[in-house]
Every structure is written in C-alpha cells, then in structure tokens.
C-alpha cells in the first residue's frame, strides 16, 4: 500500500494541468482580436472581447465624465460672454445644458487612440443621441434619450425634480435609483455623488471654449471621478442652450476616446 500523500499528490497534478489548460484556452480566446484579420476583429464578438481586454468598454454617457491631458480640440480653461445662436426659452434648471424634447438629436465624431494593447491604433466611429419619447410614469415626465453606434442601441431616461437634472433606468419605478446628472443652477466648484460617497462624484470644474464643426462653444466642464479605477474617469462639456458638445475619456494606459459634436437639432 502507498503512503497516503501519493494519491493526494496526483490529485493535485491533475488539477493543476486542468487550471494550465483552461489558462491557455482564455488567452487563446481573449487574443482572437489581435490574431484574426482587421475586418474580422471588428465585428461581434471580437470587438466586444477587444474592448474587455484594453479595459475600452464605453460607459454610461452621463455617468462617466477625467482629470488628464484635455484633447486638442480645448482651449484654455477661460471665461467667455459668448452664447451659443441656438435659443430655448422654455428651458430651466439642469436642462438648459441638456435640452429635453422629443426629436433632438445630437451627432457626434467618436475618436479612439491608443492603449497599451493598440498604441499607434486610431479608429474613428460616428455615435448619435436623439430624445426618441416623453412618457408618463406615477406623476413623472420621463424622456427616453437613445444612444447609437456601431449598430448597438441604449436607452436611459430623463426626467427634472426641482429643476435637478435626473436620470432612470427603472421606468416603473423612476426615483427608485435615480441619479443626479446637474443640478439646477450648476456653478464652478459644486460638486455632488450620484448615490453615496462610493458613488462616483462629479464637479463643475471651469468654463471653456471649446471648437467643434458647428463652431466655438462656451462649455460647461464637469469632471466625473470614480474612486476604484482612473480608467473611469471622463471629462463632460455642456453648451447651455445645446447639450453636450465634447466628451473626453481614458488615460494613457487604456487608450482614450473623444466625442465631439459634428451636428445637431432641437426642437
């Protein structure tokens, strides 16, 4: 009879050659991206799986905002008089910075750089918002504000609360885990967390002028930080009157993407 720690021996041998193949079939599935040909890697799931592996996936459009290097398209933090010719009298509260009626619709040039898996890579992708519905939930006025690119579609809704600018993914239960975009006169250095302090926490940081097809815009900058990860952090700038005219997120590790306003309309 064999001592008692062979066969425990053998068990552990076996588990550990399981553990050594599954490992190699992960890094066979997560390389797929990089091996297949360009045009293959960028479509589904590949992409999906790229994404993972450069910590790339795009995050909630208003809860997500970054405390680096500003993209090219800035210039200097500095305070302008200039308005933008677009004009909404009805507007108040959060949403002067991001107007609510059903058929306003934002186009924007979605650049990606970089990343330690793609550092020469640059792709560059077009990504439209549009207010596609104004509903009626338990007293509340909800607008579904829909995202699209690259084929793949995502819905948040809206709705103001004391002229607070709030946003939903429960449309039963709409102030159940609401959370706050702006509030209703936003000015430099407020700062607010959407739920709780671990909550990522948003700051209006300056007042900029930032360049875009349609023309300079004064922005509003409102930087977004989430405490467990600086890949999370992003940059917003809202044009009163207009809506978001610039997103800005990333960091030299993961890449960065940049989304700027190319068109828009509203109503």
Avoid at 2 to 31: D, E, T
Avoid at 80 to 103: I, N, R, Y
Avoid at 221 to 250: C, H, K, P, W
Wanted: net charge neutral; proline share 4%; aromatic share 10%.
């Amino acid at each position: 009879m064999g001592h008692p720690y062979y066969n425990k021996a053998a068990q552990r041998k076996s588990s550990n050659v399981l553990w050594i193949i599954a490992l190699m079939l992960l890094a066979i599935i997560l390389g797929l991206p990089w091996i297949l040909p360009a045009q293959t890697a960028e479509k589904q799931p590949y992409n999906t799986l790229k994404q993972i592996c450069t910590f790339n996936l795009e995050y909630e459009w208003h809860h997500s905002t970054i405390n680096i290097q500003k993209p090219e398209e800035t210039s200097s933090a500095t305070q302008s008089d200039e308005t933008s010719t677009q004009t909404a009298s009805d507007l108040s509260g959060g949403t002067k910075w991001f107007p609510l009626a059903v058929g306003n619709r934002w186009v924007y040039e979605h650049t990606k750089k970089g990343g330690m898996m793609n550092r020469d890579g640059k792709t560059i992708t077009t990504k439209a918002i549009e207010v596609v519905d104004k509903i009626e939930v338990r007293r509340i006025t909800l607008y579904q504000v829909k995202s699209t690119e690259n084929g793949r579609e995502q819905s948040s809704y809206y709705y103001t609360e004391n002229d607070n600018l709030m946003i939903t993914h429960d449309i039963k239960r709409p102030t159940r885990r609401a959370l706050l975009v702006m509030p209703s006169s936003p000015k430099i250095n407020d700062s607010w967390h959407e739920s709780d302090k671990q909550s990522p926490s948003s700051t209006v940081r300056s007042f900029e002028n930032v360049q875009t097809s349609n023309g300079p815009f004064t922005a509003m900058l409102i930087e977004t930080r989430y405490m467990t990860s600086e890949d999370r952090n992003y940059q917003t700038y809202y044009a009163e009157n207009v809506g978001i005219v610039m997103q800005y997120f990333g960091s030299e590790a993961r890449g960065t993407d940049t989304w700027l306003l190319k068109d828009f309309s509203l109503n």
